[in-house]
């Protein structure tokens, strides 16, 4: 019985899927639909125009005024904001558009509509059903990635440096990878790091237009990134000549992740939720398959970011620039598997994703939770009320 109810509900998604897939503006449809669906589960608590001074916007707006300057100096090492220093994308496109912390937030929420309307347009292109897609974008949108330029209003622009790497992966022109690439390097370091999985991606996607190995290493969009990795490490040391900066790296190493140990797997885990299995799903194809150049690149680039989120107190934070894998999980199933199989798969993605929620997990904090839209009336009206 129970069963047979699930698969009621999986049926209508499924026709609901194909519903908003078909016709004009499909993509875009599918887009906002998961968009209202992610955000009535995981309501921000208020909207922008959120008091800078209580919201950490003091040094970015600093920065806004005086893009290259040491925030090393300016504050103590053990604060966030004495990491700030390299992280200028978005503090100098608000010193160039004289943007302050509304005008930003504003542009961070455009953002994030572009990555909703991406995800579902590069789902759309490797399954070719709506029903997929729309399972895709719940399984993404419903995380840390996907809500990342919503939820949040203190200044981290994780969600800023996500879009920046989706738009990577969705344009193959290296003229639109290079400097998207550049740009999410200097919106936060992790962004660079994930750059790698932009770099599997392009060359997955050449190996499967039946280059060799060794030549999809050098193709255009491979040889657009490596550009864009040499571009950042350039800038960044002509900066630290010019203006004598510095960042601190304080709350990483081996003495925060022995502190942290007990929370390391729900902080991973809260990173992309269901676009684990997808991502596990996908080491396993490419093994089969015996790609051992993607799978190898693949699982380093996997390594190498997991490493990097458990060796600092945002743990999730951290975890959530695995994003990109799922993107290269989606286009290796789709290369490998049979379109039931694959729209099963995603629906097994979005539910965990939708029942696992949308919180936080920082060092050995307690977590904390996003509530749905209805809890936030309860709560406003409460509020009112007392």
């Given at each position: 019985m129970a069963i047979e109810f699930l698969g009621s509900i999986y049926d209508r998604f499924v026709r609901l899927g194909d519903f908003l897939g078909s016709g004009r503006f499909a993509s875009l449809k599918l887009a906002l639909f998961s968009l209202s669906v992610c955000l009535f589960l995981a309501f921000p608590s208020r909207l922008a125009n959120r008091s800078p001074e209580t919201e950490g916007w003091e040094p970015i707006i600093e920065l806004i005024e005086q893009p290259f300057q040491n925030m090393a100096e300016r504050y103590p090492h053990d604060e966030h904001s004495a990491k700030l220093t390299f992280r200028i994308t978005m503090p100098v496109l608000g010193h160039y558009l004289g943007l302050g912390p509304v005008g930003l937030c504003i542009v961070q929420y455009a953002l994030g509509l572009l990555q909703f309307y991406l995800l579902a347009a590069l789902a759309r292109r490797?399954?070719?059903?709506?029903?997929?897609?729309?399972?895709?974008?719940?399984?993404?949108?419903?995380?840390?990635?996907?809500?990342?330029?919503?939820?949040?209003?203190?200044?981290?622009f994780d969600g800023v440096a996500l879009c920046l790497l989706t738009v990577a992966i969705c344009f193959r022109h290296p003229a639109i990878i290079l400097p998207t690439l550049f740009l999410a390097a200097f919106t936060d370091e992790r962004g660079f790091i994930a750059s790698s999985l932009v770099l599997v991606f392009h060359i997955h996607q050449a190996v499967r237009e039946g280059k060799p190995a060794p030549r999809a290493l050098f193709c255009a969009p491979a040889l657009a990134v490596y550009v864009s990795w040499a571009a950042y490490f350039v800038a960044r040391m002509a900066m630290t000549r010019a203006y004598g900066l510095d960042t601190s790296d304080s709350g990483t190493g081996l003495d925060v992740l022995f502190a942290q140990w007990a929370t390391l797997r729900f902080g991973l885990w809260a990173g992309i939720d269901g676009g684990w299995l997808l991502v596990l799903v996908a080491l396993i194809a490419l093994w089969r398959s015996n790609a051992w150049l993607p799978l190898l690149m693949y699982a380093g680039s996997i390594l190498v970011l997991m490493t990097v989120a458990i060796l600092i107190t945002d743990i999730n934070r951290g975890a959530a620039y695995l994003m990109p894998a799922v993107l290269v999980a989606l286009a290796v199933l789709s290369r490998t598997e049979k379109p039931a199989p694959l729209r099963g798969l995603l629906a097994a993605a979005a539910f965990v994703s939708l029942a696992c929620g949308h919180y936080q997990v920082h060092g050995d904090k307690p977590f904390w939770a996003f509530y749905s839209l209805p809890a936030r009336v309860v709560q406003f009206l409460y509020s009112a009320i007392t």
């Open positions: 490797f399954t070719g059903e709506g029903a997929a897609t729309l399972f895709f974008c719940l399984a993404v949108g419903s995380t840390y990635p996907g809500l990342a330029c919503f939820n949040y209003t203190h200044p981290y």
